[in-house]
């Protein structure tokens, strides 16, 4: 069945949770590959010490065997578990509130900036215009009819974003990476999955090479066990 798995995009084989320090005060529930990679790279950026689960988000069990349901409702990964068991969802909610925890990493303009707000702009573009237009295109059920569609559709989104990273910036609001680069980078690297070439958009894929190359996205990797980019 076609892209029945959506984000396993190796098998793993690590079977338990993946400590990252011995000493973690926060778990990422995360699924390998998926829109979960975002707040797992911001993570390792800030220097936070956490820990990961991985989930199965089609049977809704953790790799201990936890009921994912009970965890989160909404049946979705990311999820943020802070040092005192409060649970986040929402993934640029997440991503926000480790950018704002840390501010050392430099990860966020300060809230209520200008800066901020186009940083805002991004995160909520890339969340409901980029990664929602990917999911019908996971879904078992999609008619092979639709699929042009969604991919069209994406096509428009990253044609804006070409025309942004045209200018020569490293990242998409200038020469910082910020946490909308963290996300962009998981969405886009959904490419090949959904059968899109980012050749189409050489800004884009040289972005892309860029941040595949930064140490936290490499360990990022390693961890969820993923094929590294090209
Ligand atoms: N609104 C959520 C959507 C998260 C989402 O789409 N998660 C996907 C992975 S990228 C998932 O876990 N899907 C499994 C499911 O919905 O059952 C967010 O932005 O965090």
Redesign the pocket.
Known sequence: MRNSL??TFRSGTGTVATPVSGDARVKLYF?PG???LAPHIILREAGVRFSLER?D??A?MTETGADFLAINP?????VLMLDDGEIV????V?QQLIADQNPQANLAPPRGSKERRKLEQWLVFL?TEV??AH?PLFWPGTPESARPLFIAKIGQRYDLIEKTLSDDRAYLTGETFTIADAYLFTLANWAQRVEMDLAKWPYLERYMQRVARRPAVEAAFEAEELKRPA
Not at 89 to 92: F, L, N, V, Y
């Open positions: 959506p984000y699924a998926a829109c979960s989930v988000t089609r809704k909404k049946g979705y990964v990311p969802t929402e993934g640029i997440l969340a990664h929602k999911i």
